[in-house]
């Protein structure tokens, strides 16, 4: 007897059938989110699946690790595009259109944003704070940062995202109205 005799048949052919529909699915769902090619993601999630069949077999839960892989995928898309050139261009793909001008009014904006999130009452600043995070952090992760459970914090940030639009709101004054307004 070899060890060929006892390998357990190749689940690659099973696994590509069972999971196709799924995986395509959830690369459509996140890929505009990402800003990213729906097949792009989808070939990154059968890569990470075939590593991890060769390394660990086949998850316990697929539909699951499906979801959570083509995600993760989706924020390491996000994550790597801010860092990327476009090819024969020396200034990266995000500023092509802009300027000085602009970047600094993009950073002042920012500036702006971070201290009125901090200025925010209770553990909104906090709520706000971890989803402004580079990190892009899951609605899980930002739960167990916080302890509170994962269903509170949608209404939670409604209500802290409707006081920072009243605070700004407070802060910035209004256009005057110009022609046909008056």
């Known amino acids: 007897m ?3 005799d006892h390998a357990p048949p190749p689940a690659g052919p099973a696994v590509v059938r069972a999971l196709l529909p799924l995986i395509r699915a959830e690369a459509r769902a996140e890929a505009q989110a990402a800003s990213a090619d729906p097949a792009d993601l989808e070939q990154a999630v059968w890569l990470r699946l ?3 069949l060769d390394a660990q077999g086949p998850p316990a839960d697929p539909a699951r690790w499906v979801r959570g892989a083509v995600r993760g995928e989706a924020r390491r898309t996000r994550r790597t595009a801010r860092h990327e050139y476009a090819y024969g261009s020396a200034e990266p793909a995000a500023d092509h259109y802009g300027c000085p001008e602009r970047t600094a009014l993009g950073a002042d904006t920012r500036r702006v944003l971070r201290t009125a999130v ?3 009452p209770g553990r ?3 709520l706000l704070d971890a989803m402004l995070s ?3 952090p899951t609605y899980r992760e930002i739960a167990g940062r ?3 459970s994962q ?3 949608g209404p939670m940030r409604s209500r802290c995202l409707g006081c920072l639009r009243r605070m700004l709101a407070a802060e910035v004054v209004a256009p005057e109205l110009r022609g046909k307004e008056r």
Do not use: V
């Open 50 to 52: 075939f590593e991890r």
């Open 146 to 148: 916080l302890g509170m």
């Open 124 to 126: 909104c600043a906090q």
């Open 118 to 120: 901090e200025r925010l």
């Open 2 to 4: 070899t060890l060929i």
């Open 151 to 153: 269903g509170s914090l």
């Open 134 to 136: 580079p990190a892009d």
